[in-house]
Structure formats: C-alpha cells, structure tokens
C-alpha cells in the first residue's frame, strides 16, 4: 500500500475512522442509580452504530482511493462530496446522541434518582467524527470543489503580447 498516494484529507478521514471504530467499544452511555452504575458501548444505541458504520465505509472509501479503484461517475456531485455529507450525518448522529442521552423506552424516570450519563467514549467518538468532516473538507477543499466567490472586482488583464 502506497500511503503517499493519500492526501492529508484522506489520511486525516483514514486515522478518525479507525479511532472511531476502536472507541465504539468503550463505554459511550448509561445509567446510574446510587451506587449502581450500567454502561453501553456504541453498538447498543441505533445512531451510533450508524454513525460508527458510516466512519468504517468512509475508511473503505479512502482505501479504494489508495488503491486506485476507478469509481463510477455521479454527474455534477463529486465523491468527495458526498463523503462530506457522510462524515456530517455521522457527526450529527453522535451529536444528538449526546444531547438526548441514552433512551429510556418511553419510561419517565424524573424522580426516581437514576440518571442518565454521557462516558468518555461518546466524546471520544463525537471527536473522531468531526475528524472524519476535517479530513471530508479538506478533500473537497483541495479538489477545488467549494465555489469560490466573487470579490466583485474586475478580472485581471491578459498578458500583453509581445
């Protein structure tokens, strides 16, 4: 395997996916009441598998990249791009997932002194995705793929011909 075929984007969204993996498997949410205290990795909860399932295809994604697999043409979006909105619906879901904490099957638990935790794996997680956007971006960045603006200025003159 040839890594300098790899961009930075590329080597940025291949290190976030393989942390995002192995961080899955620590604890991400739970529950503790007193003394007691439950704790779920990653693949407990739908949204974070999904979004640890997301980091592993745009890990395959780069693979491919690195290998030279000639991927089929999307007309005007780019792969770039869409590995973009990936890595985004990836972070997304991990966000959302730390707002609402872990579920708790429609049972309301106010009062009853067992609250709901956020663990370090979760963070952990929610930071290698957004590695998977900077390295996503930077791809598309680098491919020149983000419209530039205009500055409203006039365009430069041609050279003159001499």
Do not use: H
Request: contains cysteine; proline residues 6%.
């Amino acid at each position: 395997m040839d890594l300098s075929k790899l961009s930075t984007g590329d080597k940025v969204i291949g290190v976030s996916g393989i942390l995002l993996l192995i961080v899955s498997f620590f604890p991400w949410l739970g529950f503790s009441y007193g003394p007691v205290s439950e704790s779920r990795s990653a693949w407990t909860f739908t949204l974070c598998w999904l979004a640890v399932i997301l980091g592993v295809a745009l890990v395959v994604f780069v693979v491919l990249k690195m290998q030279g697999t000639a991927l089929p043409s999307l007309g005007s979006v780019t792969w770039n791009q869409i590995a973009l909105g990936i890595a985004t619906v990836a972070a997304l879901f991990i966000l959302i997932k730390i707002i609402t904490g872990p579920g708790t099957g429609g049972v309301d638990i106010s009062g009853t002194g067992i609250d709901k935790e956020r663990k370090i794996g979760i963070f952990l997680g929610f930071a290698a995705s957004i590695g998977l956007v900077v390295g996503a971006f930077l791809n598309v960045k680098e491919a020149d793929e983000i419209p530039k603006r205009s500055t409203g200025g006039t365009p430069p003159a041609p050279p003159a011909d001499a």
